[in-house]
T-cell receptor, first 116, second 117 residues
């Protein structure tokens, strides 16, 4: 399968623990995005990378959240000192270079976080 | 700021009947508009998009959407619904004003479409 891959698919953790999610985009896509989706809501934009550069971060992304894309390929999203309000589905998406696909995003199946 | 409204949480339709899922938007500049579908335990899948040109856009699985600038709407339609169309549908918008990130979409809350046999 050459789609966007996310790992783990499910994570249950206790409040205060740190968690890390990984996203592997489609190989030729240089743009990578993280979104968060809570029950009954649409996805909300968190952050965006073009190659290894993090170009935009949402105000939703508190200082407990950090995302990296060190070599412009896979990305990680780390949440430190998790809170129950962090429970959500974390979605990764990628897209090809500008001018191709005209804004269409290719989403992974998501990583579901449950904080107890 | 950009926003999307999907006024119906749920839409129910009989198989074979036409369906409409409504979406209105607010954005600076000309809009880029999208519809995505989400099946249970699956990722969001792209259905169709409006960037420019013809107001009637055709997409995957027989879906189409009509862009109406004066009403700031982008309703999703299908002439004949299938049971397999039952899923969660999201409308999304991105403005083309300067400084807007390429993939920073604003999604609506979603509409659950149920097609009854």
């Amino acid at each position: 399968d050459t789609g966007v891959s996310q790992d783990p698919r499910h994570k249950i953790t206790k409040r205060g623990q740190n968690v890390t999610f990984r996203c592997d985009p489609i190989s030729e896509h240089n743009r990578l995005y993280w979104y968060r989706q809570t029950l009954g809501q649409g996805p909300e934009f968190l952050t965006y990378f073009q190659n290894e550069a993090q170009l935009e971060k949402s105000r939703l992304l508190s200082d407990r959240f950090s995302a990296e894309r060190p070599k412009g390929s896979f990305s990680t999203l780390e949440i430190q000192r998790t809170e129950q309000g962090d429970s959500a589905m974390y979605l990764c998406a990628s897209s090809p270079p500008s001018g191709r696909a005209n804004g269409e995003l290719f989403f992974g199946e998501g990583s579901r976080l449950t904080v107890l | 700021a950009q926003s999307v409204a999907q006024p119906e949480d749920q839409v129910n339709v009989a198989e074979g009947n036409p369906l409409t899922v409504k979406c209105t938007y607010s954005v600076s500049g000309n809009p880029y508009l999208f519809w995505y579908v989400q099946y249970p335990n699956r990722g969001l899948q792209f259905l169709l998009k409006y960037i420019t040109g013809d107001n009637l856009v055709k997409g995957s699985y027989g879906f189409e959407a009509e862009f109406n600038k004066s009403q700031t709407s982008f309703h999703l339609k299908k002439p004949s619904a299938l049971v397999s169309d039952s899923a969660l549908y999201f409308c999304a918008v991105r403005g083309n004003a300067g400084g807007t990130s390429y993939g920073k979409l604003t999604f609506g809350q979603g509409t659950i479409l149920t097609v009854h046999p």
